[in-house]
């Protein structure tokens, strides 16, 4: 397994736990407001790092770390190399998180059967009919699925949606919202027009953060519960 990015330490991406974070490179989707492009379109500059020193790493770090988590680009479309090396880290005892545009349903099914993963971060774009605005039409039915699969078991998932101003607004948020009901918590995440994979993305605003939290609260109102979590910049 190839990874195309490392943070050896955090202590935000895994809740409660000291993470080591691997970033994996390639993605099925377009996402205009994407914040990872390079991890997308696989710059030459990015580094290749091998999934077995990653594994010596750990292996000296047991203890000390508790939690591996992955992320991208879109991991799952490395299944066949990636499974081995999460049987591996996971025989030495860490939680597994793995972060997915939830598009690839057969790769998410055998992970999660095999027990490998302890949390799933799942990205839930749009109301799914519109998934052709993240180029990823001819996925929307399998991110559907997936989503309903997690669901299934909240307390082993994080669903999590960037909040970009040309595709959403109180309305559609609320139409998902719906949707995504039966989560422990739904996590926004204001836009960030810093770093974009679209030069479009790159001129757009984000909402005022007190417009998404009057927002937040009137929708968690609507469907009594309190999931929606605003999260800040990532
Ligand atoms: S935001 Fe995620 S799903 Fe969208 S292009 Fe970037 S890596 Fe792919």
């Not at 770090?61 to 508790?66: A, K, L, T, V």
């Not at 993963?117 to 052709?132: A, E, N, R």
Request: one cysteine or more.
């Amino acid at each position: 397994m190839i990874f195309r990015g490392w943070q050896k330490v955090s202590y935000i991406e895994y809740p409660g736990k000291i993470a080591t974070v691997l970033f994996t490179g390639g993605c099925n989707f377009r996402c205009p407001y994407c914040h990872n492009p390079e991890l997308v379109f696989l710059e030459e500059s990015l580094p290749q790092i091998h999934g077995r020193d990653v594994l010596e790493f750990l292996k000296r770090r047991i203890g000390m770390i508790d939690a591996v988590c992955i992320t991208g680009g879109e991991p799952l479309i490395h299944t066949p190399h990636l499974f081995p090396f999460l049987e591996q880290a996971k025989q030495m005892g860490f939680l597994i998180k793995i972060d997915t545009n939830a598009s690839l349903d057969q790769p998410f099914h055998q992970i999660s059967q095999a027990g490998l993963v302890d949390l799933w971060g799942i990205d839930f774009k749009l109301p799914f009919p519109l998934y052709k605005k993240v180029l990823g039409e001819k996925w929307h039915k399998n991110c559907q699925l997936v989503l309903d699969q997690a669901l299934k078991k909240p307390d082993q998932v994080e669903i999590r949606t960037t909040i970009y101003p040309p595709f959403h607004d109180e309305k559609i948020l609320l139409e998902m919202a719906e949707k995504c009901s039966s989560a422990n918590r739904w996590y926004w995440q204001n836009f960030n027009p810093q770093k974009t994979l679209s030069d479009e993305a790159h001129t757009v605003s984000p909402y005022a953060p007190s417009l998404l939290s009057q927002w937040g609260d009137q929708i968690n109102k609507q469907i009594q519960k309190d999931l929606i979590i605003i999260r800040p910049f990532f």
